[in-house]
């Protein structure tokens, strides 16, 4: 990475929340039981071995938690949607009229495109408790649901990070 763009990064605030997230001991304690999880059957990551669920289903469940881990992605999403649209936007969502963001979060990214294409409708798709607290707009909606059950339909479906954290692929 050049200095410019890790200067960029730095000075991109939107960030830091993503950081405080993958540093927190939630995140960073089940590393250190990687071992374990290497020779017992039955955890399908470590962080289910150690916690006993998933990240998902804890979140549900620590308030606290679920927001940290929603500003987090949030701020990612903010930071990777200002690329995006400098960069590529036109090519990617000038011809668009609806788009599915699934596991979109708090809408971050949904509402920057909505934003800078206004003849995109766009809807938020993610689990029903990270969803709750959203509230839609004219051209942004916010829909609870499984996507291994259904995705709403769109012209377009945005899937960002969300392969990352299941092992049903």
Excluded at 100 to 126: H, L, R, S, Y
Aim: hydrophobic share 50%; aromatic share 8%.
């Amino acid at each position: 990475m050049s200095i410019e763009r890790t200067s960029v990064l730095l000075k991109d605030k939107s960030i830091l929340p993503l950081l405080r997230i993958v540093l927190d001991p939630v995140i960073t304690n089940p590393f250190l039981c990687l071992s374990r999880w290497l020779t017992t059957d039955g955890a399908a990551t470590p962080f289910e071995l150690l916690n006993g669920k998933s990240l998902f289903e804890l979140a549900g469940e620590i308030p606290e938690l679920n927001s940290l881990f929603n500003e987090g992605m949030a701020g990612d999403a903010s930071f990777v949607a200002s690329v995006i649209i400098r960069e590529r936007g036109d090519d990617i969502f000038g011809g668009l009229r609806s788009l599915v963001d699934v596991g979109g979060g708090n809408g971050a990214m949904a509402m920057a495109i909505a934003e800078a294409f206004p003849q995109v409708k766009c809807t938020v798709f993610d689990l029903p408790h990270v969803v709750a607290s959203l509230e839609g707009s004219a051209k942004v909606e916010a829909v609870g649901g499984n996507m291994f059950e259904f995705i709403p339909p769109a012209d377009a479906v945005l899937i960002k990070v969300i392969i990352y954290f299941t092992n049903d692929c």
